[in-house]
């Protein structure tokens, strides 16, 4: 959310002509709004699985689904339990 903003920010600040009124606070604005669509778009519940690499890499986690809706959190608990039964089984 942060990085949306400050993207949107700094692109307005490249792009501004000294002699527009006001041209201080259109980074500002920009900001503002890059985080909120940010905050509108981003993703409450996340499906994500473990994975450890056989190398030096270490363990990675992988983002399998994302979703807003509560139907899907719901979905989302059915599959975790489905691989755990599958897993230690």
Sequence with gaps: ????GILSASFLFFMLVGELPY???L???G???GALLALLTSAK??????YSHQDDTGVQWLTIAKSGKKTDKLLFDQHVAQLKRLLTS
């Design 45 to 50: 519940y996340v499906l994500r699985i473990e």
């Design 1 to 4: 959310m942060l990085g949306l």
């Design 27 to 29: 980074p500002a604005v």
């Design 31 to 33: 900001f503002v709004a």
């Design 23 to 25: 041209a201080e606070y």
